[in-house]
């Protein structure tokens, strides 16, 4: 015979009981079935909320209709499915025991209390409500079975709402316990009787710990549980994409993932079927085909670390001071304390230097902890001996669980590696002796990243990148588009880059499932009514648990470059092509990278020289190798090597500017590439890269455009104006040509000097050949000499440029080689 245990996930409604039904029957015919059952979904909660209501002396009236309703819809729709469904005596049974429950409330709003003897009278009562609708669908169709009723078979003592079975005397009451074996017995769960006959309860969520009782009583072959999903996950499948099905897992690492929180088990239910080496089967009412988790002796090959748990709304004490010191017993005498309460302690740390204890307890016992604790110490504390006890409040526990990590050396570093990468602090750790389980005490908010981050490093080879892109203009759209068409083969190469915001200047288009970039995005963007803020999307990232959270600044802003700083310490890596933040002064400079250090993110501005060219790359791996850079000069404008090939064939300055201007290769302001800024900002960011300390306004600029001529105006102004440029260039370009000579706008570094020039230079220089919007670097360094390191590639437009932005936020993710 098999006990099966069907939960309020799969009590839902009419159509799940029938469900439910069906199951029961085919285990029926094949091994024989006694049923434990929980009450309809919802229904134990909403007499707990009726409690309260009363107690406070509030109307529960509205709730309570509402339970009868939903008991009532049940039972009418039962009864319109079958025939000979006995509905009378059912609505009889409804409107007595609601008809009792509003006596009850009644006297708890009189009196403004809710003793715990008539609280588990009350809470209980969906269980029975449960049991008589089974009772009535199986007789309909004419299936023979009986209710048993736990008060007078399952012994329990402890609290009138958190009891624990006696074994011993359930098991021996059962002995005389007859039936026939075509019978279908049915047992509310949650349910016992104390050793005066009262009614306790065993717990919230605690049915499964009857099925476990009942299992165990009645010598079965198996238990199974059957709820809302398909078996135990290595996380909780409803919070952690990706989170992996178990086959097998033995009853220690079931009792370790449940007592640290995993829901699917009532970490009470391993007692009694490992007592009696019974089976477990957790099965899913909605999916009864899938084979389920087992758990027994029998160790799984699966894995060596099984799953997950989280422990939400934890507080911590801690209590320290010269009174802990060498004195024997004080542990027995705190844990004596919390133990009288009936409190459980879900996880303690010792520290022997500073002779404290810590531990933690659920945050609904936390006042009542502290109460007694502060009594029972209360000589210690006025003499100093104990400093006052301190709490942390908001906490969680996580917990690593299973049998294969005893013997496994690293597990541990890896766990808390995750942790940093998240950027999750500890609050306090510990390790089971049996080395089966490793936990760490978390701040509340960051617990379901913790989770994602931990099952991402031990389970998945997924990846995550959660992609913020600030700035549409041609690199962020292009960037959005590269995104969009690489997303799926990136996914199979296991990295799900997802992004979930896109800002420009004035809005930001948020979604939370990330946005869908084959979408129309820009009208969505359009229609956004919130704007960009490091607050904002520092909220976002903490409500949906982002673990790699980046931002991408496509802009030229500086506004948005000041923001760096405030971004990498709300966790978030930054990515960018703008130039402002490294060219602005070196204090920010500095500190820019002292944040990213010590908030453990990623700063990296690739494309900010020679676009996609790797310069900054093997620049900063040169230096890290010990090399000096002794001398640099190249072509570092994609848009001015366009223009000043276009001189070599004769063409006007106006008329190339105009055409660099048109295909998008210069600024939307040629004048910004003209006046030798962008330049000069690329070559100061090189300058500091190899160590020197200087500023902006240290770099000397040759103009193209005399000191004289008028730069005011619309741009459209500015190129009618520049016509009067092109006598001087072609006068200058054709005496060049009848010297063999091209003229180029160079940046270099020389002797801690940096400059941007006009030069002039015949064939036999390397820059002559660099035109049509091709960058080129020759680097000169103590290990490169004679011959400079030379880097040279198309340094212009978006795409090649966006393609870098996109290698930078590829290494976001360290713990990947990609
Ligand atoms: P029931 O009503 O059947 O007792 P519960 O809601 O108590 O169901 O438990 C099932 C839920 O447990 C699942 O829906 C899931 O969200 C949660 N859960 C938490 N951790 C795990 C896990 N490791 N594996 C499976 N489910 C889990
Ligand atoms: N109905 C009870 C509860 O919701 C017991 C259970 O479902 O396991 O806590
Ligand atoms: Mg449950």
Redesign the pocket.
Known sequence: MKVLKF????LADAARYLRVKDITLNVHQAAGASVVL?AP?GVTNMLAALCEQAEAGEDYAPLLQEMSEKLVGIANELSGALSDFDSEAIHTFIDTHLAQLEEHLQGIKMLHVCPDPIAAKIMSLGEYFSVNFFSAILSALGQKNAIIDPVDYVLAEGEYLDSIADLEISRSRFQDFSYDANTVLIMPGFVAANAAGEKVTLGR?G??YSAAILAACLDAQACEI????D????????QVDG?VLLDKLTYQEAME?SYF????LHPKTIGPIAQFSIPCLIKNTLNPEAPGTLISHEPSSQSKVK?I?LLENMSMFNLSGPGMKGMVGMASRVFEVISNANISISLITQSSSEYSISFCVHGKDEERALAMLEDAFALELSNNFLEPIEVKKNLAIVTLVGDGMRHSKGLAAKFFSALAQARVNNVAIAQGSSERSISTVVENRKAKKAVKVIHENFFSNLHTIDAFVVGCGTVGAELLGQISKQQQSLLERHIRLRVYGIANSKKILLKSEGIDLQEDWESMLAEATESLSVAKLREFTQEHSLVNPVVIDCTTSEVIANTYIDFMTSGFHVVTPNKKANTNNMSFYNKLREVAQASNRQFLYETTVGAGLPVIDNLQKLIYAGDELIQFEGILSGSLSFIFGKLDDGMALSEATQIALENGYTEPDPRDDLSGMDIARKLLIMAREAGLDMELTDIEIDPILPEEFDVSGSVEDFMNNLKALDAVYDARLSQLRSESKVLRYVGSIKDGKCRVSLVEVDDSHPLYGIKDGENALAIHSHYYQPLPFVIRGYGAGAAVTAAGVFADVLRTMPWKHV
């Open positions: 939960g309020g996930s799969s929980s979904k969520n049915s499964d059957w709820t809302d999903v078996g135990v996950y290595n996380a909780d499948p409803n989170a993932l929180g995993a829901k699917v799953g748990s």
